[in-house]
């Protein structure tokens, strides 16, 4: 009896063992299909999905109160596109190109960067060390530099570009690390949240929040839709 005993409870914890390798597989096969998505490796590049409308009062009062907030160009014209990305984010690079060309087209949409690193030390590295540029006046052509080129995401790599763009390379280390860029990060990851916004590419183009990438079509016919009186 004992034995019989013995062999049911070894059989019972054997199940448990299996049964909870089999859920931390899935959760890691997710985990997995979940960044590859993100870093542009699986789906179409351009599958932008307009999911909900903002109330757009709160939501500038939200902008006004975050402690950083770029400005990549502002041509002085009218819509505001505010973009939540990750510079490891596949689709935001794929964005990159086509916001710049809007822009250098004189589209009338002020772009508005908003950092928010979901994809590892890296990312996080990344936008501490872009943050830290804007400090010393350097974050658009360190953000681009970032968006278009193969810049290792390493401290080194990092503060060699803030030295080749002009950049004190060694303030831009200690800011990257210091208060002020992480108080920002948070209250990013905080305005993210309260919109629901979280995956990279976001846009909140008007009162429009749209998830996902989209071609330049698409990204600016919702720039002149949302400036429509």
Known sequence: ?????????????????????????????????????QMGFLGDSFQGTPRDTVDVAAFDAAIAALPFVPVLDDNGQGVRVVEFFDYRCGHCRNMAPVIQDALNADAAFTMVPIELPLLGPESLLAAQYAMAAALQGGYGPYHRALMFSTVPYTPAGLADLGRALGLDPVRLAADAQGEAVNDALNAN??????IGVDGTPSFVIGDLLIIGAMDEASFLGLVTAAGQP
Request: hydrophobic letters at 55%; aromatic letters at 0%; proline letters at 0%.
């Open 1 to 37: 009896m004992r034995d019989a005993l013995q062999g049911t409870m070894a059989t019972a914890r054997e199940s448990q063992r299996s049964s909870r390798r089999n859920v931390l597989m899935i959760v890691a096969i997710v985990a997995v299909v979940v960044i590859a998505r």
């Open 189 to 194: 990851r905080q305005l993210a949240a309260s």
